[in-house]
């Protein structure tokens, strides 16, 4: 099986923008988590989607938001970009229902905000 | 709520010899416990998970945990490690009420020297 693919792996946004990351997860797999890490505050989950529907949310502002599509593939939205925003963005897909809570993840994607 | 403390944030060591990597966690639920490995560039891979059962958990690569219920803990061991093993440690938890919210440990560089 193919694994978890995040698209684009690198990106660069000027402050005030706006970006939209994408994650494919593993076939079968109909939940996605997003995840934050930076060298400062280390990896923080931002949100999960399952069958189309948040299930957790993190405790991040509004500007970050998600969705998730009937094929399970999932986007992370962050409006208005700060600085603090340069993170790497880790996508996980997982298998509910199947008893092992494991979590797969993408390789991330790298954003960088001037 | 919960939260996870990694005491070291770097652990040298020499190649073949036996290394531990600590991590204590807290929490007002029951918990799933994880140990991640993130190589450069890249994203987690999952090393072993804690679920129920025996407390003594193998995973892959040589390495495996002991989860101690009256300390709070889950330490992670590898008997003789190798260059290889150079990456960053990451110990998570995750309440049983929202299993797929994965709270990580500010992580463990082990760094193997030859």
């Known amino acids: 099986k193919a694994g978890v693919t995040q698209t684009p792996r690198y990106l660069i946004k000027t402050r005030g923008q706006q970006v939209t990351l994408s994650c494919s997860p593993i076939?079968?797999?109909?939940?996605v988590s997003w995840y934050q890490q930076t060298p400062g505050q280390g990896l923080q989950f931002l949100f999960e989607y399952f069958s189309e529907t948040q299930r957790n949310k993190g405790n991040f502002p509004g500007r970050f938001s998600g969705r998730q599509f009937s094929n399970s593939r999932s986007e992370m939205n962050v409006s208005t970009l700060e600085l603090g925003d340069s993170a790497l963005y880790l996508c996980?897909?997982?298998?509910?229902?199947?008893?092992?809570?494991?979590?797969?993840f993408g390789p991330g994607t790298r954003l960088t905000v001037t | 709520a919960q939260s996870v403390t990694q005491l070291d944030s770097q652990v040298p060591v020499f190649e073949e010899a036996p290394v531990e990597l600590r991590c204590n966690y807290s929490s007002s639920v029951s918990v799933y416990l994880f140990w991640y490995v993130q190589y450069p560039n890249q994203g987690l891979q999952l090393l072993l998970k804690?679920?129920?059962?025996?407390?003594l958990v193998k995973g892959i690569n040589g390495f495996e945990a002991e989860f101690n219920k009256s300390q709070t803990s889950f330490h992670l061991r590898k008997p003789s490690v190798h260059i290889s093993d150079t990456a960053e440690y990451f110990c998570?938890?995750?309440?049983?009420?929202?299993?797929?919210?994965?709270?990580f440990g500010s992580g463990t560089r082990l760094l193997v020297r030859p």
């Open positions: 076939s079968g797999h109909r939940s």
């Open positions: 804690y679920l129920s059962g025996s407390t």
């Open positions: 998570a938890v995750s309440g049983m009420d929202s299993s797929y919210k994965l709270i």
């Open positions: 996980a897909s997982s298998a509910p229902g199947q008893g092992t809570y494991e979590q797969y």
